[in-house]
Structure formats: C-alpha cells, structure tokens
C-alpha cells in the first residue's frame, strides 16, 4: 500500500498564479483534509470531506478551494497564490472520527 | 471552536522519563491522540485516548482526564533518536482533529 500520496514534494509560485496540490489515499477511507503548517503554529485545518461529494470549511479556509469527486481523491487548489500561503501543506486520511490520522508526505510550497 | 494547549519546549536527557502536558478546550469530545513529527517529516500517530485513565504503547503512555481537560504523553527511556515535535490534537465538535501548536522534545546525551 502507497498509503497518502502528495503531489508535488516542491513548489514555487509567483503571487497570483493559482494550482492545484494533488493527493490521493489507497486505504479506501472516508475521512481526508487538508492541513497547513507554518512554524510555531502547529498543524492548522484548510478544509476537509467526510465522504465523496461531502466538503467542508476548516479553521482557515480563505484562499483555498477543494472538491471529492471520488473516494480516493481530495485536491487542494489555490485560486490566486499569495505570500502569506508560503507553507508547508499535509494532506491526511483517516477510517473515522476515532482513527488515527494518516499523512501524506507533504508539500513545500513558497509564493514569491 | 477548539483549542488546546501544550509547552513550545520541552529538554531532558537520555534514558529519563519526560511528560509533555495538554489542556483543551472543546465543544464535545471524542478523544485526544498524540502524534510524533521529526524535522521535515509528516507527523505520524502515537496513541489515542477516548477514555479516562492510561494508555501503554511500549516506551510511550497517554493519559486522559475528561473532567480536567487534560491529557499528558509520557516517554520513558529516552532515546536520541526521540527528539521529535510532538502535538496533542482533540476530536470534538468537527470529524476532523485539531491540533496543538506541538511541543519540540530535545534529548540530549
């Protein structure tokens, strides 16, 4: 098993640019969200999906947009890069509310 | 919402004990889990507590309160290779875990 899969492991972007951060899971679960790391602030939720078709908005949401067309699947895009987007992002999965979170290896990303 | 609470720093020396505190605040709970993250690595699960009292996973036991809001990660033995960030997160309100700002466990010889 592949576990949660990132796409890309590095990316630079110029302010405005938009694109998306790929990730895929292979453990047929439900539960995927986007986390954001910036240092000294901990793991903070972008947004996440309890099931295909099923999104929500986390703790913060502005700038980013996501969509589950499938179980396997939870792109991350951002619309209109900016610098304070400059972080490190974990995609992860998890069985259910009281399973352990599995992450993604994450990706670097700074806006210039 | 949900918040919690955790040391930035925590040091000690190899083969102690070391207990890394979490206090949280939330609207409904399902349970607090531990997660371990090395420099440039993603964080990876340690334990989970759903109910008062201790969990023992080898070197590593979590406790929880419900009526106090707290939990707490003890390492026993430490190693270097320990030297780790660790976050405390709460399943409450929302499916998805919030997480602490991370404690950064330095182990030195």
Request: glycine share 10%.
């Amino acid at each position: 098993n592949a576990g949660v899969t990132q796409t890309p492991k590095f990316q630079v972007l110029k302010t405005g640019q938009s694109m998306t951060l790929q990730c895929a899971q292979d453990m047929n679960h439900e539960y995927m969200s986007w986390y954001r790391q910036d240092p000294g602030m901990g793991l903070r939720l972008i947004h996440y999906s309890v099931g295909a078709g099923i999104t929500d908005q986390g703790e913060v949401p502005n700038g980013y947009n996501v969509s589950r067309s499938t179980t396997e699947d939870f792109p991350l895009r951002l619309l209109s890069a900016a610098p304070s987007q400059t972080s490190v992002y974990f995609c992860a999965s998890s069985q259910g509310i009281n399973s352990p979170l599995h992450f993604g290896n994450g990706t670097r990303l700074t806006v210039t | 919402g949900q918040s919690l609470e955790q040391p930035s720093e925590v040091t000690a020396v190899e083969g102690a004990i070391v207990q890394i505190n979490c206090t949280y605040q939330t609207s409904g709970f399902y349970g607090l889990s531990w997660y371990q993250q090395h420099d440039g690595g993603a964080p990876t699960f340690l334990s989970y507590n759903a109910l008062d009292g201790l969990e023992e996973t080898g070197r590593f036991s979590s406790f929880l309160s419900r009526s106090d809001s707290y939990g707490y990660l003890l390492l026993q033995e430490l190693q270097m290779k320990d030297s780790a960030s660790y976050f405390c997160a709460v399943s409450g309100g929302s499916y998805i875990p919030t997480f602490g700002r991370g404690t950064s466990l330095i182990v030195h010889p």
